[in-house]
């Protein structure tokens, strides 16, 4: 595969700004840009994958903030000749700059027309498709999550460190200002010790992740199935699997990869640990039973702390329904002291040690203060929703970072290699039945 021709890339470099410093959103003015980068230091950018998810919210997010920044979309990739098609249909609709249309990432990358990449693929192909962004000389911008195998993330986290390139994890809590409202209160030592931590994402959703329209449309001579597959096992054209891919291992875990890859990411910011010290868990299809592979319903159980002090350990339980949404999307931390709920972006004294428990035994209450993360840092309303304001601003940050080149983006790969281990941890325990740990010598994962 031929390099990219970066000679636009090189100005920008060398005329580096210095980041604002903000950890969330930095803010670059559009005058600054304008007084030193002119048209011909644009950066343009590609769209690998023109995915539901890019149309809906990347594609949006990065345009909220290109004319400022002087960014382009000037191409995508997709090997299906249908959205490619979409593609460039979408822009003209949308009264943008017209798009050009590849075959796949090979003929996207000898082009020699993109600066950096936007890379909205099948899960399993994430981290690999990274690793090629990455060594064809683009900066990337990767959906989660990372991997759904070790080799995988392995792979593509070397390659992404070892690049000099800047590289954004679609982790995009990791820019919003509630999290970091919680995340600076935890580390603050005001939380107290982590002690437990329950996490929740219900939908009642039949129609979920099922494209029952697209799957009865497209045909094989339409798109390259062998090119989709990858490094997985070769098999039989299944249209399914294509488009419905997160219902089927090994294209994607289901639950762990979309769901809890987003809300595990915050226990390893928030405590500092890059993995679960073990994880325990089981699942099933018990009420969608549409031939999918991935369960419909699922809970793991997560021990966290360092290897050597089971004192500071504490326990993280996560469980996901897609058959009844009550309970909704939750993440609460406790410890001692109180709770933090980041349904609600709160930190209270509930369940915390009242005096009258604490002079039982000889001790002094521990009481957190009632109060909001926005007396932490401002938060905005809707802050907790995961969808719009969090993905446009981890956009404007991986971009202002592509401006930048001095400045790490809020969720580098590592990050994704972090959440990928996790969720890999999880599908183990849940296909063997077995707890399990992982090695930090040697990065396996470990069956008891």
């Known amino acids: 595969m031929k390099k990219t021709n970066n000679s636009r890339r090189q100005f920008i470099k060398n005329a580096a700004l210095t980041s604002a410093g903000a950890t969330f959103a930095t803010t670059f003015s559009a005058k600054s840009y304008a007084n030193i980068l002119g048209a011909n230091d644009r950066v343009n950018v590609g769209i690998v994958g023109f995915s539901n998810r890019a149309k809906g919210s990347l594609i949006p997010a990065f345009m909220n ?24 249909a979408y822009f003209k609709e949308k009264g943008w700059d017209s798009v050009k249309a590849y075959r796949n990432n090979e003929e996207l990358y000898d082009s020699k027309t993109v600066d950096a990449v936007i890379i909205s693929t099948a899960d399993f192909q994430h981290a690999l498709h990274a690793k090629e962004g990455v060594e064809a000389g683009c900066d990337v911008y990767c959906e989660k999550p990372f991997g759904e195998a070790m080799d995988d993330i392995k792979a593509g986290l070397a390659a992404c460190e070892s690049s000099g390139k800047v590289v954004q994890i679609g982790s995009q809590r990791r820019s919003g200002p509630n999290y970091h409202a919680a995340a600076d209160f935890i580390k603050s030592g005001k939380f107290g010790d982590i002690t437990m931590v329950e996490m929740t994402w219900n939908v009642n959703q039949p129609g979920r992740w099922r494209l029952p329209d697209l799957v009865s449309s497209i045909r094989k001579q339409d798109t390259d199935w062998d090119r989709y597959l990858m490094n997985r096992p070769k098999e039989a054209w299944d249209p399914r699997k294509y488009l419905e891919y997160r219902l089927f291992w090994p294209y994607s875990s289901g639950i762990p990869g979309q769901w809890m890859s987003h809300q595990i990411d915050t226990v390893h910011w928030f405590s500092g640990y890059d993995h679960p010290r073990s994880v325990a ?13 991935n369960p419909d319903t699922m809970t793991a159980v997560f021990e966290y702390g360092p290897e050597d002090d089971l004192s500071k350990a504490f326990q993280v339980v996560y469980s996901s329904r897609m058959h009844n949404s009550a309970g909704g999307v939750k993440e609460i931390y406790f410890s001692n002291a109180g709770t933090l709920n980041l349904e609600n972006n709160t930190i209270s004294p509930e369940g915390g040690l009242t005096e009258r428990h604490a002079r039982d035994m000889g001790m002094q209450p521990n009481l957190l203060p009632e109060m909001s993360l926005s007396d932490v840092e401002q938060v905005e309303t809707s802050a907790n929703t995961g969808v719009d304001n969090m993905t446009s601003a981890h956009m404007r940050n991986w971009m202002e970072c592509v401006r930048d080149r001095n400045t790490k983006t809020n969720a580098p790969a590592r990050v994704g290699y972090n959440h990928a281990v996790a969720n890999i941890m999880t599908t183990t325990a849940m296909h063997t039945g077995k707890r399990v740990t992982f090695d930090d010598k040697s990065q396996l994962i470990v069956q008891s």
């Open 281 to 293: 868990a089981n699942g099933g299809v018990y009420v969608w039973k549409d031939g999918r592979k």
């Open 65 to 88: 903030h290109a004319n400022e920044l002087n960014f382009k979309f000037v191409g995508v990739s997709d090997i299906w000749n249908r959205r490619r098609d979409e593609c460039q």
